[in-house]
């Protein structure tokens, strides 16, 4: 079983809609949650992180904890042409690795 | 905020010459740097591991003959591809963790090596 799984995709929405990314996780140990997001052909950039359950907003960024069911979500509000991206989460783990989704591919259409 | 800076962003090499990689946190020393390998339509896959003032760590299955890692200071990691060959064609990304600051990485821009 790998330690996250997420959805590829690929996701298409019209500008404006709101987006819904998810993971889930099989350790329960994992205490921090990131999201990153991946532009063609360019490294990750990191979006949000968070510690321990619950949500945490940043603009139009939501990103949003369940460690009961190990599920961890990513909401875009008003969802823009300039969002279509990869996103990424990914969980620390130990001192040094970091488990990566497969990430899920967005397209926001004009 | 933290940087990483990689170079170069893109390399075509000829199939049997080794390509040089380097990795560099701008603004933070880094103990720690990682290298990541990323085929197209998929997430990154760890490579090793690369500590200042020591021998890399790899991951299982990486050949460490080929990718020579090597962390001369605190804010610089080399990654050498050796005798490329065209299956080695890939995205390759580093990260740094910032000392004291949770458990954020940031990572550079990615070289995208295409072996002929």
């Known amino acids: 079983q790998k330690e996250v799984e997420q959805d590829p995709g690929p996701l298409s929405v019209p500008e404006g809609a709101i987006v819904s990314l998810n993971c889930t996780y099989s350790?329960?140990?994992?205490?921090?949650f990131m999201w990153y997001r991946q532009y063609s052909r360019k490294g990750p950039e990191l979006l949000m992180y968070?510690?321990?359950?619950g949500n945490k907003e940043d603009g139009r960024f939501t990103a949003q904890v369940d460690k009961s069911s190990k599920y961890i979500s990513l909401f875009i509000r008003d969802s823009q042409p300039s969002d279509s991206a990869t996103y990424l989460c990914?969980?620390?783990?130990?001192?040094?690795?970091?488990?990566f989704g497969t990430g899920t591919r967005l397209t926001v259409i004009p | 905020g933290a940087v990483v800076s990689q170079h170069p962003s893109r390399v075509i090499c000829k199939s049997g010459t080794s390509v040089k990689i380097e990795c560099r946190s701008l603004?933070?020393?880094?103990?720690?740097m990682f290298w990541y390998r990323q085929f197209p339509k998929q997430s990154l896959m760890l490579m090793a591991t690369s500590n200042e003032g020591s021998k890399a760590t790899y991951e299982q299955g990486v050949e460490k003959d080929k990718f020579l890692i090597n962390h001369a200071s605190l804010t610089l990691s080399t990654l050498t591809v050796t005798s490329a060959h065209p299956e080695d064609s890939s995205f390759y990304i580093c990260s740094a963790r910032e000392r004291g600051w949770g458990s954020g990485y940031t990572f550079g821009s990615g070289t995208r090596l295409t072996v002929v």
């Open positions: 603004d933070f020393q880094a103990t720690t």
């Open positions: 968070t510690y321990s359950s």
């Open positions: 350790n329960s140990a994992f205490q921090y």
């Open positions: 990914a969980l620390p783990g130990g001192a040094n690795n970091l488990f």
